[in-house]
């Protein structure tokens, strides 16, 4: 009806006659035909995409005259370059259901898809029933994309009053009223959605005409699928009028399976506008076009043609040849069009298909295999046929790879040659009166698919390599050390002699990136051989050193693998629009101090070497971070997340709203930290810290105050404080003794600061209370500069300080006071007594100590303190208290001088200290009171680009963390050495502690210290990388006296100092 | 409106300054304290035995908090009476393992128990908690010695706690001897191992 009223219309002139009819459905557009087309564009034939209100649809028709047939889109004659196009993520099925996700998960994967196919040239998709009208809609509108809307008429089964019938049995009138129903209710639905184009019948429904039924299997063998036939394609041809009944605007297109049946399909479907077919001819078509001509009469559309990508023959990838099979198919589509003197009926095609099918072979199984199984066999590609073999490989048929999924199951795709090629050709208009058929074919002639197969390899190439880096090598390092050793007058007398011993230790590390957003890592260690007899005892890597152990049947066993592998290093982060998931596990990280956490909950733990030197297991944990609602929101939680730490959670919420910050926090101890490695770092008892923090700035002036309530756990917790008093006094002590116990004003706290910003003179002050068990952390931030000397962030006391800062020029002045004072005071030891005479009993007092006691005092010690930093920095753009200052500084010459000098007028509570064999305890006392110094002068020369010295000269006062009451004054200079890739480090050290905690625990000085390090490496080293490829030589050098725990004096020349020495070579490899 | 919100702020030092003003309990000065009327109250089964740790959570145990002196310990011994020497030998016990703060703790039992210092339906588990303690002595310190006044002598344990079972009415665990030595006197020996020719020594008869 619809063909019969177009050939009525047409007048049949020297021009096309569609170019000049003008009716309510057609439009003329032939203006625009001779414009050639502009680069990287369609060609200008390609119908524009118009917005179209809701109820105004497209009017398609068909057209024919002597010179063939047209497809008329508005008016435009269009040739359909079609796409199966579909959407199918490895390792999904027939069962995935796309159109079911979020409408943005569905926009994302079309907005990439699509707009490809539209860069193509692409003007249509056939989609299955199951499109959604709002999104043929937004294919259209948003990418100027036709849909052809496919019913499969019970393809592959179908619904029968709540019964799944497969296969169908097209002569059941039940089943062809449902058809009915569906079909109706489809087109009512569908037919006035902008973007669709035309309504399609079928999948090669002729090949599954299978059903059983008597009536039929009763006929001969030759005469059953005739019957069949007739069954199948009268329904269709009802159909098509009932469409034709209800949409007069989109023509119908049954998709058969080749020309199978025509002379049945030429008498049962009467009306259908467009023959399309499933044709897998392989180059040419041959008489296709010639018998649906002579048998149907219509416009001919392939609805699937094409070629797979895969050489069964040679077992590889061959998209070359898919490239030149649909170079040649689409040469014939044009060569076989309106108006090239050929039978004309071409209206185009729709190429199977987008992208790689991985589910098809087998359709359950290995679905994230991209299988290489050939199902089915022809002639027609004869590049990789063999007889008796099967050479289609249906998993291998999209003109793009397929790329794997992200985390949100969207994938990329990779277009083939095929792609560019067609892109290419796509650009000739075949209805332009210039593209006659010898023009076809010096345009396809021309068209190369090597020309096209550099940009796919390289995306492809490019797609391996990423998938390949989801899984990388992140680090291999070696080390491989000698030692040498040797002494003189110690009491280890096997250490005397010269001895020599070896270390290997190798260091692997992953790194995987699941999906984006998503990375994690991980680095295992490997120990070979360890050296048992450097000089300094407590060395790199403890572990391994054999161990002796008794077994249960008493005898002495020495274990010598011990922890020889053992997971080094991990981290992860995991980040999305809702969060962010940190974790870590011997991997350093950040402070809080700029975000809301005034009294440093969470300090930084970034302790580089000292894990290796103590084989900490820390810091270790997870941080997570809110997004959006939860912006401000962060929660820390983890077995030690920082050195010391008890296995805790620490939530964190910070805000700034107006010109105020503030921030909550509370911490709470899970459980009782259960192992101490070094002195410095004892497990705080278990407790529970909140705090509330607020800032505001007004022009120059910041004030910052916050409260805090710590110790709860520690309510009730009985004490002794004692006051100095004339006598009569206790024991005759010269003190009087106070029994106490913890009450909820010891659990808290407050601070206050405010900082003055008159650029270049900075000022703050400070001012704390901290309730006797109200513990914190230590202040993490940098305050105007960095001073050395801050407020304990222990509990039991109360502080102010102030400091300044005068910039002039490049010149910093920098003085800075500190007066802080333990709420109870340091206990003093007093011996218990026992009077058998009254039968009284005179209980004792001991320092208190952080194992026994609620509280103590040690760095909250009565302390008056003065501080004088000087800088000179004529770069202020490479700050110099920026923490990787070392390796950013450009300044020929800085220099910055720290002078502290601190009156304790008391002493402190015993300190805590770990024994060799493993154990914590306490010192029976403390130091005494003194007044302590400290100065040192950082200089760094940059001299070239090059060349850098950086270089400390220091000098101090100090006290032994124990109870050894012998002061120590020390001196020495440290630093580092850098030209090029050479780097020498050195240290001379005079009366100064050893190199670990337990020498100042102990008070063990040596004379002197010595070391040069000399190392040479592949490149210019990093001042703070931990392993780099790199050689050297390394050299120790002591001096040891009474004072220094091994010395042993030689009863010959008792005057004699002990020696030490060690030679380490070593050779780092790192990449 | 905005500033409201931040009042809370400034409520915290008030909050401070209303719980300071609250009525605190008073630190209470110390002086001594009479122990000799203590009087043993029976805790537990293990109480004084090693490894037990119990006595620390006696609330009868005026030496919980109390770091007990090297001179003072003696003291509490001889003139302190029996369950305040119990309390501060156990007490030091808990706190540092040794064959002597065992014994002394064993033998303040022995004495509480000889003493009738506890009401009568107690008595047998003093005498069992006894003779537990001095078994304490044999099986985790058999080498252990104290020493004489002048602290140079010294004296195994092993044998007078052997002794005190048998006095105690008890039976010595864990292939325990009593032997005489050469000079004639007693000595609590482990069955295995003793290499002492048997023309000089005799075994006494143990069953």
Same mark, same amino acid.
């Given at each position: ?61 068909? &057209?024919?005259? =002597? ?5 008329? %889109?508005?008016?435009? *004659?269009?040739?359909? +370059? @079609? !796409? /199966? ?52 809609? &937004?294919?259209? =509108? ?5 849909? %052809?809307?496919?019913? *499969?008429?019970?393809? +592959? @089964? !179908? /619904? ?70 007739? +069954? ?290 991980a680095t295992v260690n490997v120990l070979g051989n360890v050296a048992v007899n450097p000089i ?536 | ?110 004495d509480v128990y000889y003493a009738n210092e506890v009401p009568p339906e107690d008595s047998e ?83």
């Amino acid at each position: 009806m619809i063909r019969s009223s177009l050939v009525a219309i047409a007048i049949l002139t020297s021009a096309p006659a569609w170019a000049q009819s003008s009716t309510s459905s057609t439009t003329t557009t032939a203006s625009v035909a001779a414009r050639p087309p502009p680069a990287e564009s369609p060609p200008v034939r390609r119908f524009q995409p118009t917005p179209r209100a809701e109820g105004a649809p497209h009017v398609v028709k068909t &057209y024919r005259d =002597e010179r063939g047939h047209l497809l008329l %889109v508005d008016g435009v *004659p269009t040739m359909v +370059y @079609g !796409m /199966n196009w579909g959407y199918m993520p490895i390792g999904e099925n027939y069962s995935y259901d796309f159109w079911g996700k979020s409408d943005d998960f569905i926009r994302e994967a079309l907005d990439a898809e699509i707009s490809l196919l539209r860069k193509m040239g692409i003007n249509v998709i056939r989609q299955y029933i199951g499109i959604p009208a709002k999104w043929i809609r &937004y294919i259209y =509108e948003k990418h100027g994309i036709f849909t %052809v809307l496919n019913h *499969p008429i019970g393809r +592959y @089964g !179908m /619904n029968i009053d709540g019964v799944w019938v497969s296969p169908v049995d097209y002569s059941d009138e039940r089943m062809r009223e449902v058809i009915h129903e569906e079909i109706d209710a489809l087109v009512r639905k569908y037919k006035d959605v902008p973007g669709l184009m035309m309504w399609m019948l079928g999948n090669e429904n002729n090949y599954g005409l299978y059903w059983k039924s008597t009536e039929i299997e009763d006929l001969p063998e030759e005469q059953q699928g005739d019957i069949r036939a007739k +069954y199948l394609y009268s329904l269709f041809g009802e159909v098509i009028d009932r469409i034709h009944n209800l949409d007069s605007n989109h023509p119908v297109v049954i998709a058969n399976g080749d020309v199978g049946f025509i002379d049945v399909i030429a008498e049962e479907c009467k009306n259908v506008d467009i023959m399309g077919s499933n044709v897998y001819r392989g180059a040419s078509s041959r008489d296709l076009f010639e018998v649906i001509e002579k048998k149907l009469g219509v416009p001919f559309m392939y609805t699937e043609f094409g070629s797979d990508a895969f050489d069964a023959k040679r077992m590889r990838e061959d998209h070359l040849a898919q490239a030149e099979y649909l170079r040649l198919q689409w040469q014939e589509i044009y060569e076989q069009s309106y108006g090239h003197g050929n039978v004309g009926n071409a209206i185009g095609g729709m190429i199977f298909q987008w992208s790689d099918g991985w589910w098809k072979y087998k359709q359950t199984e290995n679905l994230d295999v991209h299988d290489e199984t050939a199902s089915w066999a022809t002639g027609a590609y004869p590049h990789d046929y063999v007889e008796g073999q099967n050479n289609m490989n249906e998993e291998w048929f999209g003109i793009a790879a397929k790329g794997r999924n992200d985390e949100r199951g969207l994938y990329e795709v990779y277009p083939r040659s095929a792609y560019y090629l067609l892109r290419e050709a796509f650009r000739l208009d075949p209805y332009a009166p210039s593209t006659t058929n010898e023009r076809i074919r010096e345009v396809f002639g021309a068209l190369d698919p090597k020309d096209f197969q550099a940009r796919y390899e390289a995306t492809q190439l490019r797609s391996k390599i990423d998938f390949l880096e989801r899984v990388r090598l992140s680090q291999l390092r070696l080390d491989l050390m000698t030692f040498t050793t040797g002494g003189k007058n110690l009491n280890i007398d096997e250490r005397e002699p010269r001895r020599f011993d070896h270390l290997q230790s190798a260091y692997v590390g992953i790194e995987a990136r699941p999906a984006s957003g998503v990375r994690a890592d991980a680095t295992v260690n490997v120990l070979g051989n360890v050296a048992v007899n450097p000089i300094d005892e407590i060395y790199f890597e403890r572990r391994g050193i054999p161990e002796e152990v008794r077994n249960t049947a008493g005898e002495e066993v020495v274990l010598t693998s011990l922890e020889r592998v053992k997971l080094y290093q991990a981290s992860f982060e995991w980040e999305n629009d809702w969060f962010a998931v940190e974790g870590y596990y011997r991997k350093g990280h950040y402070h809080w101090g700029y975000e809301g956490d005034f009294f440093g909950l969470y300090p930084e733990a970034n302790y580089e070497q000292a894990v290796d030197q103590f084989n900490a297991d820390t810091p270790s944990g997870v941080v997570f971070t809110g997004k959006k609602a939860l912006d401000g929101l962060k929660i820390a939680f983890g077995p030690q997340l920082y050195w010391g730490a008890n296995p805790t959670v620490i939530s964190k919420y910070y805000r700034t709203i107006g010109d105020w910050e503030f921030s909550l926090i509370h911490q709470e101890d899970i459980a009782q930290q259960a192992s101490a490695l070094t002195s410095s770092i004892i497990p705080q008892p278990r407790t529970r810290k909140s705090t509330i923090y607020a800032a505001r700035e007004w022009g120059p002036l910041k004030l910052q105050v916050g409260g805090i309530m710590a110790g709860t756990d520690r309510l009730g917790r009985r004490y002794v404080s004692i006051e100095e008093a004339a006598e009569p006094t206790y024991l005759e002590s010269g003190y009087y003794v106070l029994d106490d116990e913890i009450e909820l004003i010891d659990t808290l706290g407050a601070k206050a600061r405010v900082t003055l910003n008159l650029n270049p003179f900075y000022w703050y002050v400070q001012g704390g209370y901290r309730g006797l068990v109200a513990d914190a952390g230590g202040d993490w931030s940098l305050n105007i500069t960095n001073w050395s000397m801050k407020e304990s962030g222990q509990g039991n006391h109360w502080a102010v300080s102030s400091g300044a800062a005068m910039y002039l020029g490049d010149f910093v002045v920098a003085p800075n006071f500190l007066f802080q004072k333990p709420l109870e005071g340091p206990l003093v030891q007093i011996e218990d007594a026992f009077d058998p005479n009254t039968g009284t009993y005179y209980r004792g007092v001991l320092p208190r100590n952080q194992l026994n006691d609620p509280f103590w005092v040690r760095s909250n010690r009565e302390t008056y303190g003065f501080e004088l930093l000087l800088a000179f920095d004529p770069t202020p753009d490479t700050f110099m208290w920026a923490w990787d200052n070392l390796q950013r500084e450009n300044a020929f010459f800085t220099a910055a001088l720290d002078f502290t000098y601190k009156v304790h007028p008391t002493s402190q509570d015993a300190a805590v200290a770990v024994a060799q064999e493993g154990f914590v305890f306490a010192f029976a006392g403390a130091a005494p009171a003194r007044n302590l110094w400290d100065v040192s002068l950082r200089t760094i020369f940059n001299f070239r680009s090059d060349m850098q010295w950086v270089n400390w000269l220091y000098s101090g006062r100090g006290q032994a963390n124990g109870d050894d009451d012998r002061l120590v004054v020390r001196y020495g200079t440290y630093g580092r050495f850098r030209w090029d890739q050479f780097v020498a480090q050195y240290h001379v050290r005079l009366h100064d502690w050893g190199p670990f905690d337990y020498y100042r625990d102990f008070n063990l000085t040596f004379p002197l210290q010595t070391l040069l390090d000399m190392s040479y490496a592949l490149q210019t080293p990093d001042w703070f990388a931990i392993s780099q490829t790199r050689l050297g030589l390394r050299g120790k050098f002591r001096l040891l006296d009474e004072n220094s725990g091994r010395f042993q004096a030689d009863p010959d020349d008792p005057d004699a100092f002990g020696q030490e020495w060690e030679v380490l070579t070593y050779v780092q490899i790192s990449i | 409106m905005c500033r409201s919100r931040f009042d809370a702020v400034w409520l915290l030092p008030a909050v401070i300054a209303l719980l300071a003003g609250c009525e605190l309990d008073p630190q209470r000065y110390r002086y001594g304290e009479n122990i000799t009327g203590l009087q043993f109250e029976y805790f537990d089964e293990t109480e004084g035995v090693h490894p037990s740790q119990v006595v620390l959570l006696n609330p009868n145990n005026p030496f919980v908090e109390a770091p007990i002196g090297a001179e003072t310990k003696f003291d509490l011994l001889t003139g302190g009476g029996n369950a305040a020497g119990f309390y501060a030998w156990a007490t030091l016990l808990a706190t540092g393992a040794n064959g002597e703060n065992q014994f002394y703790a064993a033998t303040k039992l022995r004495d509480v128990y000889y003493a009738n210092e506890v009401p009568p339906e107690d008595s047998e588990k003093v005498r069992l908690l006894a003779i537990a303690a001095f078994q304490s002595v044999l099986d985790n310190f058999p080498d252990s010695v104290t020493f004489d006044a002048s602290g140079t002598i010294p004296f195994p344990l092993a044998t007078p706690a052997f002794q005190a079972i048998v006095d105690l009415n008890g039976r010595p665990e864990g292939d325990w001897a009593l032997v005489q030595d050469v000079n004639g006197n007693p000595v609590a020996v482990k069955r295995a191992g003793v290499d002492i020719p048997r023309t000089v020594v005799e075994e006494e008869d143990d069953s």
